[in-house]
């Protein structure tokens, strides 16, 4: 099967976390981490660095990559390995783009509602600051047939 390689990021500053509402395209109408595609001749991290800063206008300062997420959609023929990573200083003011409208929550209020299925899953390891892994299946983007979530160590060959 064929695998795709994409990047998420969560900025998480002083007690609250920075998600945007993503405007277009897959997965439109939720709130979301930034990322996207690792462009070919690009590194994970310089991709993820990339991302945060064209749909979010903010320059990751700590970037640190704490989980790999790999998701399949029962209709599509490749999988999706997210590299997430955990932001916690950034430079810039965190402004609206094309795709995607920025806000932050505090971590009682997290719209998980109004996100995919998983992050609730994995999203209270990250801002815990724990290392993660998991799997998700979907039957589509709101049936999440079965996941997997487990906490792994901060030198984990994934994180590498």
């Not at 002083?14 to 945007?20: H, M, Q, S, T, Y």
């Not at 599509?76 to 916690?88: A, Q, S």
Request: charged share 25%; aromatic share 10%; glycine share 8%.
């Amino acid at each position: 099967m064929v695998r795709k390689i994409l990047t998420l990021c969560i900025v998480q500053h002083e007690g609250i976390v920075l998600l945007g509402m993503k405007k277009r395209g897959f997965g439109a109408g939720r709130w979301n981490g930034f990322g996207g595609k690792v462009l070919s001749g690009e590194t994970i991290e310089a991709a993820a660095r990339r991302e945060l800063t064209e749909e979010a206008g903010i320059a990751a300062e700590d970037l640190r990559k704490t989980g790999v997420l790999t998701f399949r959609f029962v209709q599509e023929p490749e999988l999706l390995d997210v590299h997430v990573f955990r932001v916690t200083a950034f430079s810039g003011t965190p402004s609206e783009t094309d795709e995607m409208r920025p806000k932050w929550f505090t971590l009682v209020h997290i719209p998980y509602r109004k996100m995919w299925p998983d992050d609730s899953l994995w999203l209270p390891l990250l801002l815990t600051g724990k290392c993660f892994r998991g799997f998700f299946h979907f039957a589509d983007q709101d049936t999440l047939l079965r996941q997997e979530v487990a906490e792994i160590a901060v030198n984990h060959p994934l994180l590498t």
